[in-house]
């Protein structure tokens, strides 16, 4: 019986040497490559930036240190305690959105998570697609909010859109620095730079936001992105 307990120490011990070792490497790969460690806004996207983005769903200080690693300016926000604005459709884990690198049309209210994978989103492909089409960024972003308590296209025996718990951002239109208006509506089909632009843009929005979805969607959405949390992937 010693000597099984002996092999039994012996088995724990080698693991928990394999364990640290295993820890030790992890921890010298760099930060945006290391699943373990927080996300940071300024670091380079990788593979593993969706990831860190989807466990801030579940951890709202985590989401909140997140949003601080923003480079100075670039994200206005006020972190918001939990609260029902309407019955049946609590938010939690929200901040108020003022403004980014870009100007927003009005504040809006969106889940922690969301406003994190914007700002991921709006500094490593809005704004470079912008600059390499029309040589100059996106200066104002024109919105159609984010919250609503209702299903999704309102029906009534359906599953809950992702804007009853303000985790989608519904965008319409985007204005460059020097007042060119793109709008979703009047240019997704655009055979020129406006056009081309949406498209790019909308592509981007793909590898940030679990949910993409615009005009070749439905006719619901012919007037707007949708850019929301839920789902993996999902582009149309």
Same mark, same amino acid.
């Given at each position: 019986?010693?000597?099984?307990?002996?092999?039994? &120490?012996? #088995?724990?011990?080698?693991?928990? &040497?394999?364990?640290?070792?295993?820890?030790?490497?992890?921890?010298?790969?760099?930060?945006? *490559? %290391?699943?373990?460690?927080?996300?940071?806004?300024? /670091?380079? !996207?990788?593979?593993?930036?969706?990831?860190?983005?989807?466990?801030?769903?579940?951890? +709202?200080?985590?989401?909140?240190?997140?949003?601080?690693?923003?480079?100075?300016?670039?994200?206005?926000?006020?972190?918001?305690?939990?609260?029902?604005?309407?019955?049946?459709?609590?938010?939690?884990?929200?901040?108020?959105?003022?403004? =980014?690198? !870009?100007?927003? %049309?009005?504040?809006?209210?969106?889940?922690?998570?969301?406003?994190?994978?914007? =700002?991921?989103?709006?500094? %490593?492909?809005?704004?470079?697609?912008?600059?390499?089409?029309?040589?100059?960024?996106?200066?104002?972003? *024109?919105?159609?909010?984010?919250?609503?308590?209702?299903?999704?296209?309102?029906?009534?025996?359906?599953?809950?859109? /992702?804007?009853?718990?303000?985790?989608?951002?519904?965008?319409?239109? #985007?204005?460059?620095?020097?007042?060119?208006?793109?709008?979703?509506?009047?240019?997704? /089909?655009?055979?020129?730079?406006?056009?081309?632009?949406?498209?790019?843009?909308?592509?981007?929005?793909?590898?940030?936001?679990?949910?993409?979805?615009? +005009?070749?969607?439905?006719?619901?959405?012919?007037?707007?992105?949708?850019?929301?949390?839920?789902?993996?992937?999902?582009?149309?």
């Amino acid at each position: 019986m010693g000597r099984f307990f002996a092999i039994i &120490l012996i #088995l724990a011990l080698a693991a928990g &040497l394999f364990v640290a070792g295993l820890k030790q490497q992890w921890w010298s790969v760099p930060r945006h *490559w %290391n699943p373990f460690l927080p996300l940071h806004l300024e /670091d380079p !996207v990788t593979p593993v930036t969706r990831w860190k983005l989807r466990r801030l769903g579940d951890d +709202p200080e985590a989401c909140l240190a997140a949003l601080r690693t923003a480079p100075e300016g670039a994200l206005d926000y006020l972190p918001l305690e939990d609260y029902t604005p309407v019955e049946s459709c609590p938010l939690t884990n929200v901040v108020r959105v003022r403004s =980014s690198e !870009v100007n927003f %049309n009005n504040s809006f209210v969106a889940r922690c998570p969301l406003v994190a994978a914007w =700002s991921l989103y709006e500094r %490593n492909r809005l704004q470079p697609l912008a600059r390499a089409r029309f040589g100059q960024p996106v200066s104002e972003v *024109w919105h159609y909010g984010t919250f609503a308590c209702r299903n999704i296209y309102h029906r009534q025996d359906d599953r809950r859109s /992702d804007h009853a718990t303000a985790s989608a951002l519904d965008v319409a239109a #985007l204005s460059l620095r020097d007042g060119t208006r793109i709008s979703v509506q009047r240019h997704w /089909d655009d055979e020129g730079d406006r056009g081309a632009f949406l498209h790019e843009a909308f592509d981007g929005a793909c590898e940030f936001f679990g949910t993409a979805l615009g +005009p070749d969607y439905n006719a619901a959405h012919a007037d707007h992105f949708h850019f929301g949390l839920r789902g993996f992937g999902i582009c149309r």
